[in-house]
């Protein structure tokens, strides 16, 4: 069982990215599936979710407006379309999956609940 994600990279202020979660060994559409990011020296924060059944979403303030999450379940991929991008959005963009029904960003829910973790994609956002 695996989650890849991919389409980091370096991108300039204003600039926008998409990334993907990739899964095989496991069906996408039976998680909730969340975005979180680390960036150095900061801890690990939620950035937008997914619910697993009716593709509800949910963002952190900080990307509100900028960041659309969705999900292709024929593909068994979930993606983060990240536009006018800041230097503070700069860090390890990782996907999780939960079985939950339901999502959130909310640092009080616990790493814990999520069952596969990726291993990250790197996004710099730098002039």
């Known amino acids: 069982v695996q989650l890849v994600e991919s389409g980091g990279g370096l991108v300039q202020p204003g600039g926008s990215l998409r990334l993907s979660c990739a899964a095989s060994?496991?069906?996408?559409?039976?998680?909730?599936i969340t975005w979180f990011r680390q960036a150095p020296g900061k801890e690990r924060e939620g950035v937008s979710c997914i619910t697993r059944t009716y593709g509800s979403t949910f963002y952190a303030d900080s990307v509100k407006g900028r960041f659309t999450v969705s999900r292709d379940n024929a593909k068994n991929t979930v993606y983060l379309q990240m536009g006018s991008l800041k230097a503070e959005d700069t860090a390890v963009y990782y996907c999780?999956?939960?079985?939950?029904?339901?999502?959130?960003?909310?640092?009080?829910?616990?790493?814990?609940?999520?069952?596969?973790w990726g291993r990250g994609t790197q996004v710099t956002v730098s002039s």
């Open positions: 999780a999956a939960d079985r939950a029904r339901w999502c959130t960003v909310a640092a009080s829910y616990s790493p814990a609940n999520y069952e596969y």
């Open positions: 060994g496991l069906t996408l559409d039976s998680y909730s």
